[in-house]
T-cell receptor
Framework: GAGVSQSPSNKVTEKGKDVELRCDPI?????LYWYRQSLGQGLEFLIY????????KSGLPSDRFSAERTGGSVSTLTIQRTQQEDSAVYLC????????????FGPGTRLTVL | AQKITQTQPGMFVQEKEAVTLDCTYD???????LFWYKQPSSGEMIFLIY??????QNATEGRYSLNFQKARKSANLVISASQLGDSAMYFC?????????????FGKGTHLIIQP
């Protein structure tokens, strides 16, 4: 079956531009997670969704970051006015439900801000 | 304080030898889960093994086993009979069930290189 998919796989943008990253979870998975992986910070948890709801947004690095999920499926992570420190690999994961053990990761989106 | 500590930034191991990757964790939540993921150079995160804090027995999955020592807050990954394809980054992670955020907290990883 299909795994978690993410698009684009690579994104190069100029400082100050907005970007949208997309995650398509495994069908039927109600929980969805966003992480960021960078050389300096390692793997950081950003936000999770249970259904369409994100109960805790405190992990988002700044108010330039936002995320939404519609229809209990696809999620988008939006970064406004990108900065060079936003350069990282953004990983999405899904699981059948909260506290359900394994999280299945997508291939990631590599974001480069020039 | 770090919640997940992996003290081995890099390891070189001969093929077919057993490997132990260290992981210690810090939590006051009585209910938590511990995970190991493998990340090859291609970048994907591959789930290896899971241990729940209330599990009585150490988890095993094929060549992978988790040496869970709850009192020491230790969750070392053991890979038996290592193979060249085991060369990758390995991440230990924890989810605190009572924490509310439900995301995984990762260690900084161990870069394992298997030598022929």
């Amino acid at each position: 079956g299909a795994g978690v998919s993410q698009s684009p796989s690579n994104k190069v943008t100029e400082k100050g531009k907005d970007v949208e990253l997309r995650c398509d979870p495994i069908s039927g998975h109600t929980a969805l997670y966003w992480y960021r992986q960078s050389l300096g910070q390692g793997l950081e948890f950003l936000i999770y969704f249970q259904g369409n709801s994100a109960p805790d947004k405190s992990g988002l690095p700044s108010d330039r970051f936002s995320a939404e999920r519609t229809g209990g499926s696809v999620s988008t992570l939006t970064i406004q006015r990108t900065q060079q420190e936003d350069s990282a690999v953004y990983l999405c994961a899904s699981s059948p439900g909260l506290a359900a053990g394994e999280q299945f990761f997508g291939p990631g989106t590599r974001l480069t801000v020039l | 304080a770090q919640k997940i500590t992996q003290t081995q930034p890099g390891m070189f191991v001969q093929e077919k030898e057993a490997v132990t990757l260290d992981c210690t964790y810090d939590t006051s939540d009585p209910s938590y889960g511990l995970f190991w993921y493998k990340q090859p150079s291609s970048g994907e995160m591959i789930f290896l093994i899971y241990q729940g804090s209330y599990d009585q027995q150490n988890a095993t999955e094929g060549r992978y086993s988790l040496n869970f020592q709850k009192a020491r807050k230790s969750a070392n990954l053991v890979i038996s009979a290592s193979q060249l394809g085991d060369s990758a980054m390995y991440f230990c992670a924890m989810r605190e069930v009572g924490g509310g955020a439900d995301g995984l907290t990762f260690g900084k990883g161990t870069h394992l290189i298997i030598q022929p």
